[in-house]
């Protein structure tokens, strides 16, 4: 805590796109007294500061490489509360995508004659290496659920992860289904808390935000297949966002089996 | 003459991790380097074999602060 009592809190990004934390700035502009409640002491995006003294940690981006893991676990050594920011860093969102290539294969398709020079290795969550306090899901994150992420971590509270699937906001919105009218969607099997953004604008869920907790993977296919989708295109729904979670669950079934 | 030692580890306020070194002896630039540090993502391999209809949600992905302009 800085002498004024306000946690200090520190933001940190790895392999992503920067996206989420641009979502903060836009957050932050309209929540001008989120702002007075904390004191922001390192924002590579945003500001020039680096404080090393840090309460709440918020790290946007996959770990991708072992120089990755030393930097994360500094980071969790410092912070009380380590906050995985978007997609990247809760699922490994598209990054994940090039864990279905040999990885000599990535390398060289991207770097050619230079591949050697560009270390990468299988792109994870960071819970993969940290403790995770809090998620905050979603490619890019809501801007609204980020606002309520940090007034229950200001409140002492555990913040709230809906475990309902995006279906449940789609019919609060009174949308039409999007198999309804010819669309796929991943919304039965999707995490809600984005109120149902892409079906409201008439694109059927991408399935950014990760699964549910134990999502019926099967029944979502036999939807897809009903809907006309072939095993293949079924397949890459699955895997657009969430490549490191079919994969850990395939992984976890087949030692369960 | 100038003898400069510019060393930026890492600018500020942009996508990207980048570094700056630019090192000047008597007037005469020594070196001049821009470092990309990051990570990098593999995109070109991200998008083998996918359906062609994926593509541009997955390459606007590249960068956030210039999502529109990435997808292309």
Request: aromatic content about 8%.
């Amino acid at each position: 805590m800085t002498s004024n009592g306000k946690p200090k809190v520190a933001f940190f990004d790895f392999a992503c796109c920067e996206g989420c934390q641009l979502t903060v700035v836009d957050s932050l502009q309209t929540h001008l007294d989120l702002l007075e409640a904390v004191e922001i002491v390192q924002f590579r995006e945003a500001i020039s500061d680096r404080g090393e003294d840090y309460q709440i940690a918020f790290i946007e981006g996959s770990c991708t490489r072992q120089a990755d893991e030393e930097r994360l676990r500094k980071i969790r050594a410092q912070a009380s509360v380590v906050v995985a920011l978007g997609a990247c860093a809760h699922t490994a969102c598209v990054n994940a995508l090039k864990n279905l290539h040999p990885l000599e294969d990535v390398r060289r398709w991207v770097y050619g004659d230079q591949a050697e020079w560009y270390d990468t290795y299988e792109a994870r969550p960071i819970s993969a290496v940290i403790e995770v306090d809090a998620i905050i899901p979603g490619c890019p994150i809501d801007r609204e659920e980020f606002i309520r992420v940090v007034k229950a971590l200001l409140l002492g509270k555990k913040p709230p992860l809906p475990d309902y699937p995006v279906c449940v906001e789609c019919k609060l919105k009174e949308n039409v289904c999007m198999f309804h009218i010819g669309k796929f969607c991943m919304g039965p099997v999707t995490r809600a808390g984005c109120g149902a953004i892409c079906p409201t604008y008439g694109d059927g869920c991408e399935g950014c935000r990760g699964f549910i907790p134990a999502p019926n993977e099967n029944a979502m296919k036999d939807v897809l297949a009903d809907a006309g989708l072939t095993v293949e295109a079924i397949m890459a729904r699955f895997t657009m966002f969430n490549t490191y979670l079919v994969s850990a669950r395939k992984a976890d079934g087949e030692e369960r089996r | 003459m100038t003898t400069l030692n510019v060393n930026v580890h890492y600018v500020t306020r942009v996508e990207g991790h980048g570094d700056i070194v630019v090192d000047v002896k008597n007037g005469q630039i020594k070196e001049c380097r821009f470092e990309v540090v990051e990570a990098p993502r593999f995109f070109e391999a991200f998008v083998r074999g996918r359906p062609y209809y994926e593509l541009s949600h997955i390459t606007s992905r590249i960068c956030g602060d210039s999502a529109i302009t990435s997808r292309f």
